[in-house]
């Protein structure tokens, strides 16, 4: 027979986990992402010292645009779709700066390091270095 003091930890460990899983997803699900005109997404060059910002979108519902990076490695595809922005394609080895996706938030980025590129969502408010 089955000790009930262990079938009691595991059923209460599952539904802890579902309740994380569920929760998360509830919260994730209500990230909105409010138009203000102030809201940019920022294309930075990396250099040894420090960043340097090589292109500026603002961020509104009826703006759709590629730009095109050109850096060590070949040429990054930054695409900007209305509220968001994300990195397209790069010619960087493990494509981590494409499985970010799309970022919609202030802070939220995107670094193709190969590439030497960052991708910033920035607030107006937050003074970048």
């Not at 539904?15 to 919260?27: D, Q, V």
């Not at 519902?61 to 994300?86: F, Q, S």
Request: charged share 25%.
């Amino acid at each position: 027979m089955k000790d009930p003091k262990k079938v009691l930890v595991i059923l209460l460990l599952v539904f802890l986990g579902l309740a994380f899983i569920y929760g998360g997803k509830l919260l994730m699900a209500k990230r909105k992402v409010k138009e203000q005109e102030y809201l940019k997404a920022n294309v930075y060059t990396l250099t040894g010292a420090g960043r340097k910002l090589v292109k500026e979108f603002n961020l509104s519902t009826e703006k759709k645009e590629l730009y095109n990076y050109e850096g060590p490695l070949g040429i990054t595809i930054v695409e900007v779709d209305g509220l968001r922005v994300r990195v397209k394609s790069s010619p960087c080895p493990d494509q981590v700066c494409v499985q970010f996706g799309w970022l919609s938030l202030p802070n939220d980025f995107s670094a193709c390091l190969p590439n030497a590129m960052l991708l910033v969502i920035e607030d107006g408010k937050t003074i970048a270095n």
